[in-house]
């Protein structure tokens, strides 16, 4: 196993012992605040600490009694995969009182408890903060009251608080995405995928009403997700005349033969002057004005109901562990804190600070200040938005740029869910900046044989939904078949050329730059998006349809764990695809809650193989019915799916026993999670606008001659921003025998699967989560929000 770097600091040196720690979910419960629950719990014990439980919310915390129970590493066993909160929340009116808070603080000294991580909304999180400004008024009254000693206020003198947002609507500044949103926009997207269908069938019209009181998050990105004619939120009310307009655009729409209609409303859309806009409103709105047939499904509790997903599961264990960490580091005087999530990166902001700024945007949409109010939800809020309307709502020809530039988009590799959503978005940018947009069938094989043919803006509704690559996609290189690709771009005009796929279509941009030396067509603005279940690329952080694959690996992995429930014990053995890259077996075994994850670029011998054996059977004996193990498919040539299952078979004798999955292909299938659509749509639709300033750029004396490093990029996300990265620079960067980068982020990840299941290990903490401020333009919403 590789040895960690000595120059990092780990938590070693962070102790909990002596340190008690209590964790409550509050308010209106999110998928996901299991996950949250089990990482401070298991983080704790491993530090040391005493952790308990407190049921019930602040409610559980007034009361006391059996409400506040201490918490065992077997007590959060099989928790990551429930929906809802298994310990209960409460809204609570006693905790608003100073005599409830008065009980709570007693309760709380009689366990010793001085750190609390609080799960919850804006509302839960400034009720922490409050108990803690007045915890020390509070433990002198107790004093006064004779229910504690007076040596208690000198050694529970402080109160430590950290927070994690819990909450559907993604209506907390200060993260980019908070635990349970990623789940309820599953839970809205399988609705609407399954509600398209049968609108088809009847020509309908279709008003879904979403979730999202005072923040129309849920609404905005599920429109984007689905591809929606027409979205109400909150914070942007249309303009007077709305009504009209709405009609004209579902009726231009059907007149394109287009057989239904989407139109997604917020439960707290509201027009310009304040007025409720109600789904049952618009429904008759349309019945009225154009009589299509029209039904209403409002959704509901639906939203925050079901397992969590893959992203949710994942953010819930990292921010778990990130507030124990904050948690063994605060001091008497380190302001309440938020975990939040930063782009791809973990980051710790004053509490107070994201209560204020989410407290501005409600009063800036009371004073009907609408654009500050999208502009103060942040960037990431407002490039929703932008890119909703850019995709949506298509301008006439008479306003269209005319930049006579031709634009060709191609599938490379194998295919991966959102390719589709990234092919519709970059043709539908295109054609609003003016470009002709050409669509180019099988990869660099239909290029060279000239399957090429302009495509319009009506040829790709519906493609955001849609699973695989409806232009087909092949691994073919394009290095034997150079110029005879040339031949075809100088046929069609090619312009500039747009490449969506993996691993392949790095190396085909690769090889079209070197061809610039002999063949000028290739001397044009190229540009590749990362699209691999894999997630494999050099340069980017996450890839289009890794998401989707992640999802498939979790789901499968808890059908598989309950089909062992009510069994003897037993241990399954998981093989993962992902060629050398462990990114899937090493993500999907934290979101799943496996006890090892086997992978190429962290090295294991016999003897690892034989610990982790030993650990399990301890494991199996004292406390779970069933464990998981995940392969990723070429971790090792000798230590195989086969010979794991043997050995585990073999040595788990009398106490487990064992069977095997081989997961394959299905990981490549289905329709696009939200998440891959959204991600797939908005930098899809960033790299048509470099493309377009690119052309620009480049024309000269009647054509386009681009040949630097910088006209040849991968877009890429790179911790919190999205990066374009010359692909000659990236070369350095990437093992091209396992074609996998030569460092990937993921890889620290490890040791936190590792401690939930319970193994001693180092965790890095050199990049935790350091206290930020916020502010109206963090790099929050940088492009690296682009992601949701």
Same mark, same amino acid.
């Given at each position: 196993?590789?040895?960690?770097?000595?120059?990092?600091?780990?938590?070693?040196?962070?102790?909990?012992?002596?340190?008690? !720690?209590?964790?409550?979910?509050?308010?209106?419960?999110?998928?996901?605040?299991?996950?949250?629950?089990?990482?401070?719990?298991?983080?704790?014990?491993?530090?040391?600490?005493?952790?308990?439980?407190?049921?019930?919310?602040?409610?559980?915390?007034?009361?006391?009694?059996?409400?506040?129970?201490?918490?065992?590493?077997?007590?959060?066993?099989?928790?990551?995969?429930?929906?809802?909160?298994?310990? =209960?929340?409460?809204?609570?009116?006693?905790?608003?009182?100073?005599?409830?808070?008065?009980?709570?603080?007693?309760?709380?000294?009689?366990?010793?408890?001085?750190?609390? $991580?609080? !799960?919850?909304?804006?509302?839960?999180?400034? =009720?922490?903060?409050?108990?803690?400004?007045?915890?020390?008024?509070?433990?002198?009254?107790?004093?006064?009251?004779?229910?504690?000693?007076?040596?208690?206020?000198?050694?529970?003198?402080?109160?430590?608080?950290?927070?994690?947002?819990?909450?559907?609507?993604?209506?907390?500044?200060?993260?980019?995405?908070?635990?349970?949103?990623?789940?309820?926009?599953?839970?809205?997207?399988?609705?609407?995928?399954?509600?398209?269908?049968?609108?088809?069938?009847?020509?309908?019209?279709?008003?879904?009403?979403?979730?999202?009181?005072?923040?129309?998050?849920?609404?905005?990105?599920?429109?984007?997700?689905?591809?929606?004619?027409?979205?109400?939120?909150?914070?942007?009310?249309?303009?007077?005349?709305?009504?009209?307009?709405? $009609?004209?655009?579902?009726?231009?729409?059907?007149?394109?033969?287009?057989?239904?209609? !989407?139109?997604?409303?917020?439960?707290?859309?509201?027009?310009?002057?304040?007025?409720?806009?109600?789904?049952?409103?618009?429904?008759?709105?349309?019945?009225?004005?154009?009589?299509?047939?029209?039904?209403?499904?409002?959704?509901?509790?639906?939203?925050?109901?079901?397992?969590?997903?893959?992203?949710?599961?994942?953010?819930?264990?990292?921010?778990?562990?990130?507030?124990?960490?904050?948690?063994?580091?605060?001091?008497?005087?380190?302001?309440?804190?938020?975990?939040?999530?930063?782009?791809?990166?973990?980051?710790?902001?004053?509490?107070?600070?994201?209560?204020?700024?989410?407290?501005?945007?409600?009063?800036?949409?009371?004073?009907?200040?609408?654009?500050?109010?999208?502009?103060?939800?942040?960037?990431?809020?407002?490039?929703?938005?932008?890119?909703?309307?850019?995709?949506?709502?298509?301008?006439?020809?008479?306003?269209?740029?005319?930049?006579?530039?031709?634009?060709?988009?191609?599938?490379?590799?194998?295919?991966?869910?959102?390719?589709?959503?990234?092919?519709?978005?970059?043709?539908?940018?295109?054609?609003?900046?003016?470009?002709?947009?050409?669509?180019?069938?099988?990869?660099?094989?239909?290029?060279?044989?000239?399957?090429?043919?302009?495509?319009?803006? #009506?040829?790709?509704?519906?493609?955001?939904?849609?699973?695989?690559?409806?232009?087909?996609?092949?691994?073919?290189?394009?290095?034997?078949?150079?110029?005879?690709?040339?031949?075809?771009?100088?046929?069609?005009?090619?312009?500039?050329?747009?490449?969506? =796929?993996?691993?392949?279509?790095?190396?085909?941009?690769?090889?079209?730059?070197?061809?610039?030396?002999?063949?000028?067509?290739?001397?044009?603005?190229? $540009?590749?998006?990362?699209?691999?279940?894999?997630?494999?690329?050099?340069?980017?952080?996450?890839?289009? =349809?890794?998401?989707?694959?992640?999802?498939?690996?979790?789901?499968?992995?808890?059908?598989?764990?309950?089909?062992?429930?009510?069994?003897?014990?037993?241990?399954?053995?998981?093989?993962?695809?992902?060629?050398?890259?462990?990114?899937?077996?090493?993500?999907?075994?934290?979101?799943?809650?496996?006890?090892?994850?086997?992978?190429?670029?962290?090295?294991?011998?016999?003897?690892?193989?034989?610990?982790?054996?030993?650990?399990?059977?301890?494991?199996?004996?004292?406390?779970?019915?069933?464990?998981?193990?995940?392969?990723?498919?070429? $971790?090792?040539?000798?230590?195989?799916?086969?010979?794991?299952?043997?050995?585990?078979?073999?040595?788990?004798?009398?106490?487990?026993?064992?069977?095997?999955?081989?997961?394959?292909?299905?990981?490549?299938?289905?329709?696009?999670?939200?998440?891959?659509?959204?991600?797939?749509?908005?930098?899809?639709?960033?790299?048509?606008?470099?493309?377009?300033?690119?052309?620009?750029?480049?024309?000269?004396?009647?054509?386009?001659?681009?040949?630097?490093?910088?006209?040849?990029?991968?877009?890429?996300?790179?911790?919190?921003?999205?990066?374009?990265?010359?692909?000659?620079?990236?070369?350095?960067?990437?093992?091209?025998?396992?074609?996998?980068?030569?460092?990937?982020?993921?890889?620290?990840?490890?040791?936190?699967?590792?401690?939930?299941?319970?193994?001693?290990?180092?965790?890095?903490?050199?990049?935790? #989560?350091?206290?930020?401020?916020?502010?109206?333009?963090?790099?929050?919403?940088?492009?690296?929000?682009?992601?949701?």
């Amino acid at each position: 196993m590789a040895q960690p770097d000595s120059k990092k600091i780990f938590f070693e040196n962070l102790s909990g012992a002596g340190k008690a !720690i209590a964790v409550l979910t509050s308010g209106g419960d999110a998928q996901g605040m299991n996950g949250a629950v089990r990482a401070v719990v298991r983080m704790g014990l491993y530090v040391g600490a005493k952790v308990y439980f407190i049921h019930e919310g602040y409610q559980g915390m007034v009361d006391g009694g059996d409400n506040i129970k201490e918490a065992t590493w077997e007590s959060v066993s099989s928790m990551l995969q429930l929906g809802g909160t298994v310990i =209960g929340s409460a809204r609570c009116k006693e905790f608003r009182t100073h005599e409830g808070r008065l009980k709570a603080a007693h309760n709380l000294v009689q366990h010793g408890i001085t750190n609390l $991580c609080v !799960i919850g909304g804006d509302g839960s999180l400034t =009720g922490a903060n409050l108990f803690k400004e007045e915890w020390s008024g509070l433990l002198n009254e107790l004093v006064e009251q004779g229910l504690i000693e007076a040596d208690a206020v000198q050694k529970y003198s402080a109160l430590h608080i950290v927070g994690m947002v819990g909450s559907i609507d993604n209506d907390f500044c200060g993260t980019d995405m908070t635990i349970g949103t990623d789940s309820a926009l599953h839970r809205i997207i399988e609705v609407v995928d399954a509600i398209m269908t049968t609108a088809q069938s009847h020509q309908r019209t279709f008003v879904l009403e979403v979730m999202g009181r005072h923040c129309g998050y849920l609404a905005l990105v599920s429109g984007l997700a689905c591809g929606a004619d027409w979205v109400l939120i909150p914070e942007m009310p249309p303009e007077d005349g709305w009504e009209e307009k709405m $009609c004209q655009k579902l009726s231009a729409t059907r007149s394109r033969g287009t057989r239904l209609n !989407i139109i997604i409303v917020a439960e707290g859309a509201i027009d310009r002057h304040g007025k409720p806009i109600t789904s049952s409103f618009v429904k008759d709105l349309v019945v009225k004005c154009l009589g299509f047939d029209t039904r209403v499904t409002i959704l509901g509790h639906v939203q925050r109901g079901g397992t969590p997903s893959a992203f949710d599961r994942i953010l819930a264990s990292r921010m778990g562990v990130e507030a124990v960490l904050a948690l063994l580091e605060t001091t008497a005087n380190t302001p309440a804190c938020v975990v939040s999530l930063c782009g791809n990166t973990s980051v710790r902001v004053p509490l107070m600070e994201c209560v204020q700024m989410t407290q501005e945007v409600q009063k800036a949409m009371d004073q009907k200040r609408f654009e500050e109010a999208v502009k103060l939800r942040g960037r990431s809020f407002e490039n929703n938005l932008k890119t909703y309307k850019l995709l949506a709502h298509r301008k006439p020809e008479s306003e269209l740029p005319t930049s006579n530039f031709n634009v060709a988009v191609l599938n490379v590799g194998a295919p991966a869910a959102g390719m589709n959503a990234a092919v519709r978005s970059a043709v539908r940018v295109g054609i609003s900046e003016g470009h002709k947009m050409f669509a180019v069938s099988d990869g660099f094989e239909g290029f060279y044989k000239g399957q090429i043919k302009e495509v319009k803006w #009506g040829d790709v509704g519906g493609w955001t939904g849609q699973g695989g690559s409806l232009l087909g996609t092949k691994r073919t290189l394009p290095a034997k078949h150079v110029e005879k690709i040339a031949e075809q771009m100088r046929k069609h005009n090619i312009n500039a050329l747009l490449i969506i =796929g993996g691993f392949e279509a790095f190396e085909s941009l690769l090889q079209l730059y070197e061809a610039r030396a002999n063949y000028e067509e290739f001397c044009i603005p190229m $540009c590749i998006l990362p699209a691999t279940i894999s997630n494999n690329v050099p340069g980017t952080d996450l890839s289009i =349809g890794a998401d989707t694959a992640l999802n498939a690996i979790v789901e499968t992995c808890d059908r598989i764990k309950q089909s062992a429930s009510g069994t003897k014990r037993r241990v399954f053995i998981i093989e993962t695809m992902g060629g050398y890259c462990g990114y899937l077996a090493t993500v999907g075994g934290l979101a799943s809650g496996a006890d090892a994850a086997y992978i190429y670029e962290e090295p294991f011998d016999i003897k690892e193989l034989q610990a982790n054996v030993e650990h399990l059977t301890e494991k199996m004996k004292t406390s779970i019915q069933r464990g998981l193990v995940l392969r990723n498919e070429n $971790c090792n040539e000798n230590y195989t799916t086969d010979f794991i299952y043997q050995l585990y078979s073999e040595e788990g004798r009398g106490v487990f026993d064992c069977r095997k999955n081989v997961l394959g292909h299905m990981q490549q299938g289905g329709a696009p999670s939200p998440f891959d659509r959204n991600f797939g749509t908005k930098i899809s639709a960033k790299a048509m606008q470099w493309v377009s300033k690119k052309l620009v750029e480049t024309f000269r004396q009647g054509r386009v001659f681009a040949n630097t490093e910088d006209s040849c990029c991968l877009l890429g996300m790179r911790r919190r921003t999205l990066v374009f990265q010359p692909v000659v620079q990236l070369k350095d960067e990437t093992d091209f025998v396992h074609r996998i980068p030569k460092e990937q982020w993921w890889l620290k990840l490890r040791p936190l699967m590792k401690i939930l299941a319970k193994y001693k290990t180092s965790y890095d903490v050199s990049d935790s #989560g350091q206290l930020e401020h916020v502010v109206h333009n963090r790099p929050k919403d940088s492009d690296a929000s682009v992601a949701m």
